[in-house]
């Protein structure tokens, strides 16, 4: 695995006491936004609460982050803000010996576990991971409607087709 943008080691033990709240730095919001394929990341920051549950670690709260993407319908840039709830469970690769090893089926609500080696954690690139996955890659910008106008193309809310235009006739 290639180094990360934004590495955030934490020590597994002891925790932090008070919240960890990371910020990237303007180096690595632009190494991260050339990884996810869009135009900016002015401001990327999470704060998060850490606890432990067994042998792993809970991470739990919230990352904000304000980018710039590619408008899917235009294609021009335009500004938006990711508010994310974020709920994360570190756990060691190597588990005890008497910890069982079973398959737990998760729904849609639980935790991501995200498994490390050694003493340390990477909250930064957890946090890098979950900025990913919150970028919607069809996002439309403000100008999407026009964009869709100016080619001709009528909105998927609009009934089309011989039918749709013999009904319109008939309101007339």
């Not at 632009?30 to 990341?41: D, P, Q, S, W």
């Not at 909105?155 to 235009?165: I, T, V």
């Amino acid at each position: 695995m290639s180094e990360s943008e934004f590495s955030r080691m934490v020590r597994r033990k002891p925790l932090p006491g008070a919240p960890v709240e990371i910020e990237a730095s303007e180096a690595e919001r632009a190494a991260l936004a050339k990884r996810f394929g869009i135009g900016a990341i002015e401001r990327l920051r999470a704060v998060l609460d850490l606890s432990e549950k067994g042998t792993a670690v809970l991470a739990e709260g919230t990352l904000s982050a304000d980018i710039v993407q590619a408008c899917a319908v235009s294609g021009e840039d335009f500004a938006h803000t990711i508010e994310e709830e974020l709920a994360l469970r570190f756990v060691p690769a190597e588990r005890p010996a008497d910890e069982p090893d079973i398959e737990i089926e998760l729904d849609t609500g639980d935790l991501d576990e995200i498994e490390y080696e050694g003493e340390n954690f990477d909250l930064g690139e957890a946090v890098a991971q979950s900025l990913g996955l919150a970028i919607d890659p069809y996002a439309e910008g403000p100008d999407a409607d026009a964009a869709r106008e100016d080619a001709g193309i009528a909105s998927d809310d609009a009934p089309s087709g011989p039918l749709a235009e013999a009904l319109r006739g008939l309101k007339h």
